[in-house]
């Protein structure tokens, strides 16, 4: 792979450990109730709910992580359609700003580690 796959390859994985630690550990506190336009309320309702997703958030970490430590086209290719796939899941059903800031950089790495 080449040396601009693997770092955005490993953007999108730094980028899904924030998520993780936003959505487990910050969700009710200042920066987690800013970033997601939460309130207080909503936020504690939803903590549980959050924590799981910043889990899966880091099992996509974790998956692109070993991409980039072995040089594995195959588990890139996966774990980063994986994450572009729930960028635009999350963009239509939640907020269209999720495809910016969560597909778009997997697409890129995406076409990096196809054509470079």
Request: aromatic share 12%; glycine share 6%; hydrophobic share 60%.
């Amino acid at each position: 792979m080449s040396t601009i796959a693997l770092a955005l390859i490993l953007l999108v994985a730094l980028l899904h450990l924030y998520f993780l630690v936003l959505e487990m550990f910050l969700w009710t506190r200042p920066l987690g109730l800013k970033t997601f336009r939460n309130t207080p309320e909503k936020a504690q309702a939803t903590r549980v709910l959050a924590a799981n997703q910043g889990l899966y958030n880091g099992f996509l970490a974790a998956g692109l992580l070993y991409a980039a430590a072995t040089g594995s086209r195959e588990f890139a290719l996966f774990f980063l359609a994986c994450v572009a796939v729930a960028g635009a899941y999350g963009a239509w059903s939640v907020n269209k700003r999720i495809f910016f800031v969560q597909a778009v950089p997997a697409l890129l790495a995406l076409a990096a580690v196809c054509c470079l």
